[in-house]
């Protein structure tokens, strides 16, 4: 009929896939706001129910904490179980935490939402990532889902800091948890509809228990003692003795890993070096994306006083960069290649960082932030997909899930470990400074300069990581991307 306009089945599956991807970038970006969300609402918090200062950072270690220590757990279920199933438990666990959070009446209470919220995150999120890479063929077509990804990925702990400042200012620090439920309610019912299930092709579904049991809790006591480090002390007996525990479950997990028939990871997958260097690049570049964040926020509201819904709406700039940055990644590295786009983009961001360390103590946003603002925001987002696409490089379907929780286990480690270092140097430089009785806004300033240099540095690690990239290896996926980029 010359009327009627038939749309191919084809081009219907097409858009389903695309609408999948949102869904799927929808629920990790909740995940990734979530580890700094609640940051600006710590204050409120602590009012609210009466936590004391040392006790409130455990609202956002408890999330840490599980999240780092179950994710590469989580990933390898979802391979064996069903990726898709487990993303919805993922979900489920997610939602009804924040709901308990939400509601809590006493310190324990909210402590004990936000570890099972970080557990129902360490589910998802390998899930939600290791479904993107099963819908989207390799080349060019995951590249365009990688760098939604990666803009989703990136500007998810500024937008954090934003959400945060207004739903505390406007509502309440309840108003932070209770947004995730519906978000969580409805990715659960769309997900079906949407997304096919899927599940790694494996010989044999056995499942690694002794495996589990101690990769997972040598990770969790690793986060652990990275993020108690910076208060107990890094010589103290606690933190010599966990990261000590923590060596010896991961050193008896490589043992038990060698001599499994169904190994959890197996040592193969680690053949493809450009997937190790992503990872290192990852774990480096985690560690001073925290820091980023942490020391900006602390500077905006402890010495420039701003409120938390301005020091929330400053970070718009940053998000909205990031997100510009990863739309043309892709299509950048179709020209260009991963190594130069991923290297470039880190040098931005080492760049905006040293940047930051020369701000004033009476500096304003418009002359001393923005500009190093727009520059990190070009470099994580120019960053960010081509680590997630070399990620998942190369990468047998049955090991999908394990990809994607290895990734988001090096980000979580790396952040861990860029905080507890990074508030360390910062915090030792500004306790000398007012020992020396310099003002307190000009000690905190100074020590903060040291967080930023010191993120840098971590920076710089991740640079020489990134070289390590063969061309070679990449040479198929990146032939691929220019066939289908104009």
Do not use: C
């Amino acid at each position: 009929m010359s009327g009627a306009t038939t749309i191919p089945p084809q081009a219907r599956r097409v858009d389903r896939r695309w609408w999948a991807l949102v869904l799927l970038a929808t629920a990790d970006f909740v995940v990734v706001l979530d580890a700094s969300i609640v940051n600006i609402a710590l204050p409120s918090i602590g009012r609210g129910l009466h936590i004391s200062l040392a006790s409130l950072s455990w609202v956002v270690n408890a999330y840490v904490l599980t999240f780092g220590g179950f994710l590469l757990l989580g990933g390898r279920i979802a391979d064996l179980v069903g990726r898709r199933l487990v993303f919805m438990v993922g979900l489920g666990v997610f939602a009804a935490a924040s709901l308990l959070g939400g509601l809590a009446q006493s310190e324990l209470w909210l402590i004990g939402a936000r570890a099972i919220q970080g557990l129902g995150a360490a589910l998802l999120a390998p899930a939600a990532l290791s479904l993107v890479t099963a819908i989207f063929s390799e080349g060019a077509e995951r590249n365009q889902a990688l760098s939604v990804w990666g803009a989703v990925a990136g500007s998810g702990a500024a937008a954090g800091v934003l959400l945060g400042g207004v739903l505390t200012s406007a509502l309440d620090w309840r108003s932070v948890l209770f947004v995730n439920v519906p978000i969580a309610i409805a990715a659960i019912l769309l997900a079906p509809r949407l997304v096919a299930e899927s599940r790694g092709e494996v010989a044999r579904r056995a499942f690694d228990l002794p495996g589990a049991v101690t990769v997972t809790a040598g990770l969790s006591a690793l986060v652990y003692a990275l993020v108690r480090a910076s208060a107990v002390g890094w010589g103290s007996v606690q933190t010599i003795g966990v990261l000590a525990a923590a060596a010896v479950l991961l050193v008896s997990f490589v043992v038990i890993e060698r001599r499994s028939s169904a190994p959890l990871v197996p040592f193969a997958f680690f053949r493809n070096l450009n997937v190790s260097a992503a990872n290192a690049t990852m774990l480096a570049s985690g560690a001073a994306i925290i820091g980023l964040f942490y020391f900006l926020s602390l500077y905006l509201q402890k010495v420039l006083g701003y409120s938390a819904i301005k020091a929330g709406l400053s970070q718009l700039p940053l998000a909205a960069g990031i997100i510009f940055a990863a739309a043309i990644a892709a299509p950048l590295v179709a020209r260009l290649g991963l190594r130069r786009v991923l290297i470039g983009g880190l040098a931005l961001f080492a760049g905006g960082l040293v940047w930051l360390a020369q701000i004033p103590v009476h500096g304003s946003y418009l002359d001393d932030l923005f500009g190093p603002s727009l520059l990190i925001a070009l470099g994580l987002g120019f960053a960010f997909v081509p680590i997630t696409i070399l990620a998942e490089t190369g990468v047998h379907d049955r090991e999908y899930g394990l990809a994607s929780g290895l990734l988001n286990t090096s980000q979580q480690v790396g952040g861990a470990l860029g905080l507890a270092v990074l508030t360390t140097i910062a915090t030792s430089r500004t306790n000398h400074l007012i020992a020396s009785h310099h003002p307190p806004g000009q000690s905190l300033t100074l020590g903060f300069h040291r967080g930023f240099l010191g993120a840098a540095a971590f920076v710089g690690l991740a640079i020489i990581a990134a070289a390590t990239i063969g061309t070679r290896a990449t040479s198929r996926e990146e032939s691929l991307a220019a066939q289908a980029t104009p």
